[in-house]
């Protein structure tokens, strides 16, 4: 199973790096267009499969610390209760939009003259509710029918699930989010009083850059001091600029070497 899933993981990292880097007619004389759909709609494929699997794999960790009454039980409680109306509301609500949109088409192919036996088998429930409304399947009807569809879903912002949804988000999710966050403002805070000790000179120039920057977001000190501005402009678009540059590329050639070790199978994956 191992040396199957490094062949796998050697052939398509292969073929997107050739992908990537070929040129369009050379990708067009091997065919790359025609694989590279199929591809790519594997890859969603096994995505959606592995969200599920987190999905199923949250559900079992978090259900066996309830049966079982161990120690945090309380929040895994709260967490499957708040994933699974989260999860029921927010499928609820796309079902019954797709559904009137879906409806709304039909009704648009019937406005059009096109009735027939397939349109009627494609949508059987549909057709069964058009015909008990509008018996005769005449166009002033049917237009009729299409308003209504409109018009609930225009009000589909009302419906039970979406409210729902928007309260789990806008009143729970939101809020510990902005909790969580606030949080971590004072455990930075708290860290950056322990790097701002200037014990040597490099300790000393990024206090001297830190108050700067703060000096220079204040409005009251540029305007006693309107040289504050450039400077805290020139330590912004050069020296700090330079740093996160030189971490970026940094980060992108250890991505590079992680993802080539991944690629050839030195990180576990065919041992």
Not at 49 to 58: S, T
Not at 211 to 233: D, H, K, M
Request: hydrophobic fraction near 55%; include cysteine; charged fraction near 15%.
């Amino acid at each position: 199973m191992k040396t199957f899933i490094f062949v796998l993981s050697f052939i398509f990292g292969g073929y997107f790096v050739l992908e990537f880097f070929l040129p369009t007619q050379a990708k067009a004389e091997l065919g790359f267009d025609g694989f590279t759909p199929l591809f790519l709609d594997f890859v969603t494929i096994i995505s959606s499969m592995a969200f599920g699997l987190g999905i199923i794999n949250l559900f079992s960790i978090h259900f066996q610390k309830i049966t079982l009454g161990l120690k945090g039980k309380f929040y895994s409680f709260v967490l499957l209760l708040s994933l699974c109306f989260t999860l029921v509301s927010g499928i609820w609500h796309f079902a019954s939009v797709e559904s009137l949109n879906l409806r709304l088409k039909f009704l648009e192919k019937m406005t059009q003259g096109d009735v027939n036996q397939k349109l009627a088998q494609l949508f059987p429930s549909f057709y069964k509710t058009l015909v008990s409304i509008c018996p005769e399947l005449d166009k002033a009807c049917i237009a009729r029918e299409k308003e209504n569809v409109k018009s609930r879903i225009k009000d589909s912002d009302k419906h039970f699930s979406k409210l729902i949804f928007d309260f789990l988000t806008n009143a729970i999710f939101l809020p510990l989010g902005a909790a969580m966050f606030s949080l971590l403002a004072f455990f930075i805070a708290s860290a950056s009083f322990r790097a701002f000790q200037f014990k040597n000179i490099f300790g000393f120039l990024l206090l001297l850059s830190a108050v700067i920057v703060i000096l220079g977001q204040n409005s009251f000190w540029t305007q006693l001091f309107p040289w504050f501005v450039e400077l805290r402009a020139w330590l912004l678009n050069n020296v700090s600029s330079a740093v996160f540059r030189a971490i970026a590329i940094g980060s992108i050639i250890g991505g590079l070497i992680f993802s080539i070790r991944i690629w050839l199978g030195l990180e576990g994956v065919g041992k």
